[in-house]
T-cell receptor, first 112, second 115 residues
Framework: QQQVKQSPQSLIVQKGGIPIINCAYE??????FPWYQQFPGKGPALLIA?????SEKKEGRFTISFNKSAKQFSLHIMDSQPGDSATYFC???????????FGQGTELSVKP | DGGITQSPKYLFRKEGQNVTLSCEQN?????MYWYRQDPGQGLRLIYY???????QKGDIAEGYSVSREKKESFPLTVTSAQKNPTAFYLC??????????????FGEGSRLTVL
């Protein structure tokens, strides 16, 4: 119940494409769902996050879609660029547990 | 600038040796965490600490030990009991409790290789 399942494991798109990364969770006590972006050799950094009381959040070219009933959420990257090539992690947080549970990660490559 | 500093960035160790990874933060955060990253397995929680002089085991604590004697510091020791220690180790911090949005701030990691 503490798991967050992420897919796909890797993704290759052409510049301008719209990569979509999906995540699913089981624990309904989770109340914060962030996405982290990690470049090679660096630590992850917060990209965008959503709470379950909204169905969509957009920041620049990055959009989170959230389906509370299905317990799924996804990241869409509009007009993807080679600089977006990185590993993306979804995560889930519940204050009761006091820790962030991460998905397995998606390695995204955007080809020029 | 405020942030999290991990050292060393790269570390090589012989089998049977203990090694300690340093993590220091000047963000005045109460909570600190250690994650292990392996390809295809995401970030797995080793230990975390919500407050000085207190810490809890994460999902993969076996073969690791930590201490939290100061708010700013949360060192991780990889002991010889850890069967597969070669990995990328990430330290993070956050504001715990109700003020916490769940955002973690990460260091740049330490890559440990056992020869």
């Amino acid at each position: 119940q503490q798991q967050v399942k992420q897919s796909p494991q890797s993704l290759i798109v052409q510049k301008g494409g719209i990569p979509i990364i999906n995540c699913a969770y089981e624990n309904t006590a989770f109340d914060y769902f962030p996405w982290y972006q990690q470049f090679p050799g660096k630590g992850p950094a917060l990209l965008i996050a959503i709470r379950p009381d909204v169905s969509e959040k957009k920041e620049g070219r990055f959009t989170i879609s959230f389906n509370k009933s299905a317990k799924q959420f996804s990241l869409h990257i509009m007009d993807s660029q080679p600089g977006d090539s990185a590993t993306y992690f979804c995560a889930a947080w519940g204050n009761q547990g006091g820790k962030l549970i991460f998905g397995q990660g998606t390695e995204l490559s955007v080809k020029p | 600038d405020g942030g999290i500093t991990q050292s060393p960035k790269y570390l090589f160790r012989k089998e049977g040796q203990n090694v300690t990874l340093s993590c220091e933060q000047n963000l005045n955060h109460d909570a600190m965490y250690w994650y292990r990253q392996d390809p295809g397995q995401g970030l797995r929680l080793i230990y975390y600490s919500q407050i000085v002089n207190d810490f809890q085991k994460g999902d993969i604590a076996e073969g690791y030990s930590v201490s939290r004697e100061k708010k700013e510091s949360f060192p991780l020791t990889v002991t010889s009991a850890q069967k597969n220690p070669t990995a990328f180790y990430l330290c993070a911090s956050s504001i715990p409790g109700q003020r916490n949005t769940g955002e973690l701030f990460f260091g740049e990691g330490s890559r440990l290789t056992v020869l």
